[in-house]
Nanobody, 124 residues
Framework: QVQLQESGPGLVKPSQTLSLSCTVS??????????FSWMRQAPGQGLEWMGA???????SYSPSLKCRTSISRDKSKNQFTLQLTSVTPEDTAVYYC????????????????WGRGHQVTVTE
């Protein structure tokens, strides 16, 4: 059974950098054809895909967030991390780490495991 667990601060001040980690158990970050992504849901809004890191370490980002987003991984800890710079109150959301199944060409198939979600509030 694969489990994902988000961790990080719950409160961040505007203009700061948000850093969240996701620890994966029951599966490896390097297993072929699986990608690990970050998604978020702001109050009253739908889910937003932010970016992902693939089993080979390649990354991809939402065009709307690309200039502020970075995803990295620590294979020894089986953990991947989101950094979002220059946050504003509009970045207040529940953040989820997710495992995605993809084809060998990288095309999305389905998201099969989700973390419980981590509330982040951006406020003074």
């Amino acid at each position: 059974q694969v489990q994902l667990q988000e961790s990080g601060p719950g409160l961040v001040k505007p203009s700061q950098t948000l850093s969240l980690s996701c620890t994966v158990s029951g599966g490896r970050l390097t297993t072929p054809d699986y990608y690990f992504s970050w998604m978020r849901q702001a109050p009253g809004q739908g889910l937003e895909w932010m970016g992902a890191i693939g089993y080979s370490g390649t990354t991809s980002y939402s065009p709307s967030l690309k200039c502020r987003t970075s995803i990295s991984r620590d294979k020894s800890k089986n953990q991947f991390t989101l950094q979002l710079t220059s946050v504003t109150p509009e970045d207040t959301a529940v953040y989820y780490c997710v495992r995605e199944g993809r084809t060998s060409d990288g095309d999305y198939i389905a998201s099969d495991y989700w973390g419980r979600g981590h509330q982040v509030t951006v406020t003074e």
